[in-house]
């Protein structure tokens, strides 16, 4: 157990709206994740830190932000959802070596 | 082409049975590579690391092949816990090594 937890774990919304997913974890890692996994895609990276205020863009960041004021928690903001945006999202962490480590995921529906 | 590629099965194998799975990556320079397990609705889990010289833990063993550049999943006596998407993950050695590849997946459906 990585101690990640994500809030909410259930969400639908209307496209338009702007939608915040919470990643906490209680462990002091340095580097936190968000990807998306769709059917036929996998996980895909949106956004990812190093480093309290430290962030970096993924291979689909379009639409989404992201900050990290604290070690412990990393936000994922979709200013104007779309129904796109529709997927399951899971926060990881990565642990003294390459591995990561996931949270139990958001689903996210925009309807 | 993908970055990392698999199988997407799904692998339809009795109780029993041994199952082997394939993954190809594109990366030449790529220097860690992992198995992860995710079941339906789930998280995915990592099921093991993988070593140059291969590993083995317990009923399953991972194997590396750099010259062409593949990496496999071979599951001995299959149990109906074993039932699972299994995701072949690889860090690509760039610049930016912290990020992980992951393969779409290749499904394991073990039947009693």
């Known amino acids: 157990d990585a101690g990640i937890t994500q809030s909410p774990r259930h969400k639908v919304t209307e496209t338009g709206t702007p939608v915040t997913l919470r990643c906490h974890q209680t462990e002091n890692h340095r580097y936190m994740y968000w990807y998306r996994q769709d059917p036929g895609h996998g996980l895909r990276l949106i956004h990812y830190?190093?480093?309290?205020?430290?962030?970096d863009k993924g291979e689909v960041s379009d639409g989404y932000s992201v900050s990290r004021s604290k070690t412990e928690d990393f936000l994922l903001t979709l200013e104007s959802a779309t129904s796109s945006q529709t997927s399951v999202y899971f926060c990881a962490i990565r642990d003294r070596g390459f591995e990561q480590y996931f949270g139990p995921g958001t689903r996210l529906t925009v309807t | 082409r993908k970055e990392v590629e698999q199988d997407p099965g799904p692998f339809n194998v009795p109780e029993g049975a041994t199952v082997a799975f394939n993954c190809t990556y594109s990366n030449s320079a790529s220097q860690s590579f992992f198995w992860y397990r995710q079941d339906c609705r789930k998280e995915p889990k990592l099921l093991m690391s993988v070593y140059s010289s291969g590993n083995e833990d317990g009923r399953f063993t991972a194997q590396l092949n750099r010259a062409s550049q593949y990496i496999s999943l071979l599951i001995r006596d299959s149990k109906l816990s074993d039932s699972a998407t299994y995701l072949c993950v690889v860090n690509p050695q760039t610049a930016s090594s912290y990020k992980l590849i992951f393969g779409s997946g290749t499904r394991l459906l073990v039947r009693p």
């Open positions: 830190s190093y480093g309290v205020k430290d962030t």
